[in-house]
């Protein structure tokens, strides 16, 4: 607030923002990336189909790099999804003061030109945090691409990379609650033990320690491995392959070792998907918008239990967030990398 020249108080109707400042070549820098403060706030105009909303938390995660590439404007604010507070709705299906999840962008309001692509928060007897990771995007992710995807079956052996970020915890934690043999991988001795001793995995492994890593792969699955979750890409996925067992299932879900290479690196041992009969498939969460209500049926009673944990790595303040983004590519983050822009 300020004092005009009768000293009564006005607003200032400010909005801090962080915008895509200069073109991504191979890998993201912080100097890619410019935090500045607008002098306007969005409005949702009365049967616009939009809302205004204050964005609370900001989901920071390698699919924000994909979305700054392919789909934000040189100027214009990054988007990602967060959690955020409705302020005005031209939106029949929203109202002033409802919490929302989905599509956003980095700025402290923002204007959502599809909020039929939001998810009204409904449960907030868990922390709001939560819909960032466990209860949003990645949990949504983890649930469909293991039960949907996967086609598990109990006792399966199970192998996911990445193993420690915000959509590899959760995926592991649902195997071993389903009774699978899990495995993960994961860049450093302190994520290893998170592994086993905070989220159950049968066995983890630093891939940044490993000289062979089909050896790694042979001595914690020397069975083969029934279901791999895939998150690496490149040579990780290549030996993976050399480990598959018959009739075995590879989910993609993404390839971070290979979003800030100009060239990404090429996979030489796909005949072992016929020599095999394994099935490798594709997907992206929004394909399985309409089993959210089935997946909050089966995960909030197991949050409430306490028999499933998330990790997050939380961050304050937008102005931190660029440098929290690149941290995530780095291995900085430990569990769910997220930022507060407002705990209201």
């Known amino acids: 607030m300020e004092k005009d020249c009768n000293n009564a108080s006005v607003e200032v109707m400010s909005n801090k923002q962080v915008i895509y400042r200069e073109k991504v070549r191979g890998s993201l820098k912080e100097t890619n990336l410019k935090v ?5 706030r969005p ?6 189909g939009t809302i205004a909303v204050k964005n609370l938390y900001l989901a920071c995660e390698p699919y924000n790099l994909h979305l700054i590439k392919y789909f934000t ?16 709705s031209g939106h029949p299906n929203f109202k002033k003061g409802d919490l929302v999840w989905g599509m956003t962008r980095w700025e402290e309001y923002s204007l959502i030109t599809a909020p039929e692509t939001c998810f009204k928060i409904e449960h907030t007897d868990v922390p709001l945090s939560y819909y960032t990771g466990l209860l949003g995007m990645p949990g949504l992710t983890a649930y469909a691409g293991f039960f949907e995807v996967c086609s598990p079956k109990k006792g399966d052996n199970v192998f996911i990379s990445v193993a420690s970020g ?6 592991g934690q649902f ?6 043999y899990v495995v993960g991988s994961t860049g450093s001795k302190e994520r290893v033990d998170l592994l086993k001793n905070k989220f159950g995995f049968d066995d983890a492994f630093n891939f940044k320690e490993e000289l062979d890593l089909d050896a790694a792969l042979k001595r914690c699955f020397p069975k083969g491995i029934d279901i791999y979750f895939e998150n690496f890409g490149g ?3 290549d030996a993976v392959l050399l480990n598959m067992k018959f009739h075995g299932r590879i ?16 996979i030489h041992n796909l005949i072992n998907l016929v020599l095999k009969r394994v099935r490798m498939e594709g997907f992206v969460e929004s394909d399985y918008y309409h089993i959210y209500p089935k997946f909050l049926e089966m995960v909030l009673p197991q949050i409430k239990e306490g028999k499933i944990v998330p990790v997050e790595d939380i961050v ?4 931190n967030s660029p440098a929290a983004l690149v941290g995530v590519f780095s291995g900085r983050n430990v569990g769910k990398q997220m930022v507060v822009v407002s705990r209201e």
């Open 316 to 319: 304050e303040g937008l102005e």
């Open 73 to 88: 404007r040189l100027g214009s604010p990054v988007p990602g999804y967060g959690v955020a507070r409705v302020l005005e």
């Open 175 to 180: 195997a071993k609650l389903f009774g699978c």
């Open 251 to 266: 989910t993609v879900c993404g390839m971070v070792s290979q979003y800030n290479l100009e060239r990404h690196e090429g």
């Open 235 to 237: 040579k990780m996925l």
């Open 43 to 48: 409005k949702a105009d009365k049967d616009s």
């Open 166 to 171: 915000a959509v590899g915890q959760l995926v």
């Open 36 to 40: 500045k403060t607008s002098l306007e």
